[in-house]
């Protein structure tokens, strides 16, 4: 069953070696994601998976130890997920790369307070139809008695003329329901997520929202919005389910 979640943006950004001299400016939304991750912490999960977007090479599971890398953002950094035990052998897909997104939360996990339950990645595709996210959600809760997720994704990449996807009058109001939606929980708001304008809006989190509304069901979960902004034009957001 889920009992807690963390929402974090996945800009490489968001790692200070990467944004450089850049690195001020998101101070807010990478504090507000490492109170997030200390959340589920200590809801004392017996499993915590990682999800993220993923393109296809890193779509699927990935398992404790997997690494991933910012040397294709210019930084000679790498990061486990999850801890990994001095001289102890890999875990079977281990050496399959992370994506850059569950990269982004292992390096939260890395930097905070966390406990010992084990550690799993899930790269989802970010066109996955809700049909199927939801599915993926509820089998990921059935999986332990006390289940955590720690979900990975950005809203529209189409707030400003200077955002990667360029203007879209839409994006703020999709960006508004979604951080509406994550900020209270709310089940029924992220299953409703227009799949077809959020891919236009390159919006990389609906996927892996809607697979965590999958697996909120029952779970009765109160949420909390940390943090909403769109700095670069993208829209990033921090919050809780608890």
């Known amino acids: 069953m889920l009992v807690a979640a963390a929402i974090c943006p996945c800009p490489p950004l968001l790692v200070p070696e990467v944004a450089a001299g850049a690195a001020p400016e998101l101070e807010a939304l990478r504090a507000a994601s490492f109170d997030a991750v200390g ?3 200590a809801a004392r999960p017996d499993r915590l998976i990682v999800i993220g977007p993923a ?19 210019g930084v000679e ?9 001095p001289g102890s052998p890999g875990s079977p897909g281990a050496e399959r790369e992370l994506p850059p997104s569950l990269t982004v939360g292992a390096w939260l996990l890395s930097r905070t ?7 799993e990645g899930l790269g989802v595709g970010e066109p996955l ?16 008695e006390r289940v955590a997720l720690l979900v990975m994704g950005d809203g529209s990449a189409c707030r400003s003329v200077k955002a990667p996807g ?25 299953r409703a997520l227009d799949e077809e304008l959020a891919f236009d809006l390159r919006a990389s989190g ?24 769109a700095p670069y034009g993208v829209g990033y957001f921090a919050a809780t389910w608890s």
């Open 39 to 41: 959340v589920l912490a």
């Open 55 to 73: 393109e296809q090479a890193g779509r699927g599971p990935h398992p404790q130890g997997a690494v991933g890398s910012f040397r294709g953002f």
């Open 77 to 85: 950094l790498e990061v486990p997920l999850g801890a990994v035990s």
């Open 113 to 119: 307070e966390w406990a010992d339950a084990p550690v």
């Open 129 to 144: 139809a809700r049909d199927r996210c939801l599915p993926v959600g509820r089998e990921i809760a059935a999986s332990a």
């Open 166 to 190: 360029y203007f879209d009058e839409r994006a703020e109001g999709f960006d508004t329901a979604a951080a509406r939606a994550l900020g209270a929980a709310d089940i029924a708001a992220l």
């Open 206 to 229: 609906r996927a892996c929202w809607q697979v965590l509304a999958g697996a909120a069901e029952g779970a009765g979960l109160q949420g909390r919005l940390l943090r909403e902004e």
